[in-house]
């Protein structure tokens, strides 16, 4: 059995913590925020002993710590030992970036309600012992949150990056468009199977059904167009950091077009790699085969 890998993150206010606890979580580490130091160690002894056995955590600590901070560097080096690894990671910035996104929140600083430049450098000299013992100092001042996630997922991801989840859900116009769907497609312009009395009562995923809606090239020209599309937008969602996308399909009652539409694109882009795909059809039942 592995034993724990502990990241801790610390740097000063305003730097993106969060943004990286967010990060890591998402790579799949057991994250707790504001740990008193005095617990660090019951907490790794607690994450060693879960069934199952927890490998990857991350501790935030900064200054709200308060009168437990100046202990905060003994208890790093006491659980040093006890893990398998211990990365300190430190999250710099420069005074112009963090008065300015002090500013931007409208927040003050935590440790000088009245000088947000008084209190960064109050805080640096609180954590410079934290600053000297980190293995990985970031300095985010240029930083957006989508480059300060990719960062996160290129050096701590490995080979657990997160794939984007990509939803295809069929639906009909009549009964409501969906509220979550990221893109939606409207395919009421193809060839409508309800008005064939011997297709009316199975859905698009019927052979018989596929084969009329894709009469006459149209489907087929759409599929392409919409197809590159999606080659195009689905990578780079996943580098900016989205983890799903929906994809709403839409005719008009939802059973026939847009689920033969839905299953089809679904089967064009499963080669997108970093992308796992899944299809759902809300206004249908269980398919109906002659």
Not at 241 to 267: D, F, P, Q, W, Y
């Amino acid at each position: 059995m592995e034993g724990l890998n502990l990241v801790v993150v610390t740097g000063l206010s305003g730097s993106g913590k969060t943004t990286v606890a967010k990060a890591f979580e998402d790579l799949g580490f057991y994250c707790v925020d504001n740990l008193p130091a005095p617990l660090l160690r019951d907490f790794v002894r607690l994450a060693k002993g879960s069934s199952p056995q927890i490998e990857r955590a991350l501790v935030v600590m900064d200054v709200r710590e308060g009168s437990f901070l100046g202990s905060a560097p003994d208890e790093l080096r006491a659980v040093q030992a006890e893990v398998s690894s211990l990365t300190v990671l430190f999250l710099e910035c420069s005074e112009e970036a963090l008065v300015r996104r002090f500013r931007e929140v409208r927040r003050a600083h935590p440790l000088d309600a009245m000088s947000i430049v008084n209190g960064v450098a109050h805080e640096r000299l609180l954590l410079s012992e934290f600053r000297g013992m980190a293995q990985r100092v970031l300095d985010t001042s240029t930083l957006n949150v989508h480059a300060l996630r990719r960062i996160v997922q290129e050096e701590f991801g490995g080979d657990r990056i997160p794939a984007l989840e990509v939803s295809f859900l069929s639906f009909g116009f009549r009964n409501g468009m969906p509220q979550d769907a990221d893109l939606v497609f409207d395919v009421r312009f193809l060839p409508n199977p309800h008005y064939e009395a011997s297709l009316r009562e199975f859905d698009g995923r019927d052979a018989r059904v596929r084969t009329y809606v894709f009469r006459g090239g149209e489907a087929e020209a759409f599929l392409v167009h919409t197809e590159g599309m999606l080659r195009f937008l689905l990578p780079r969602y996943h580098r900016e950091g989205k983890h799903l996308v929906s994809v709403a399909v839409g005719c008009t009652g939802g059973k026939h077009r847009s689920v033969a539409i839905a299953e089809a694109l679904a089967e064009r882009l499963k080669d997108v790699p970093s992308c796992k795909f899944s299809v759902h059809h809300r206004d249908v039942g269980p398919a109906l085969t002659g």
